[in-house]
């Protein structure tokens, strides 16, 4: 059973997309979610978390003031808006899950991870 990503496409540069990724409580008993990328020949890395109940909402560096992770609990969705979208934003967006709390200094740490999406394909063109 995985978590299941969707609302990838193609933009242009400046462009938004949101990406949603669905957890059903009734499977994944998770209480903290978050969306890593993989662009091609690079490694997976960490985009934003937050927990189930909204709380503590981080983000890479690289995406902060452009990018917004949400979750909508009646939908057992979280959502991950993309603004103001780069070229370098061009990646497969993956969504991964954990039951337990996490450090700030851990979320990043895809092994962290037991749940994992089957990852949605973000193209940005020039």
């Known amino acids: 059973v995985q978590l299941q990503a969707s609302g990838g496409g193609s933009v242009q540069a400046g462009g938004s997309l949101r990406l949603s990724c669905l957890a059903p409580?009734?499977?994944?008993?998770?209480?903290?979610l978050a969306w890593f990328r993989q662009a091609s020949g690079k490694e997976r890395e960490f985009v934003a978390s937050?927990?189930?109940?909204?709380?503590?909402?981080s983000y890479a560096d690289s995406v902060k003031g452009r990018f917004t992770i949400s979750r909508d609990n009646a939908k057992d969705t979280v959502y991950l808006q993309m603004n103001d979208l780069k070229p370098e934003d061009t990646a497969v967006y993956f969504c991964?899950?954990?039951?337990?709390?996490?450090?700030?200094?851990?979320?990043?740490?895809?092994?962290?991870?037991?749940?994992w999406g089957q990852g949605t394909l973000v193209t940005v063109s020039s």
């Open positions: 991964a899950g954990r039951v337990n709390r996490l450090a700030l200094s851990a979320r990043a740490d895809q092994r962290q991870y037991p749940w």
């Open positions: 409580r009734r499977l994944f008993n998770m209480n903290f």
């Open positions: 937050i927990y189930w109940n909204g709380g503590s909402p």
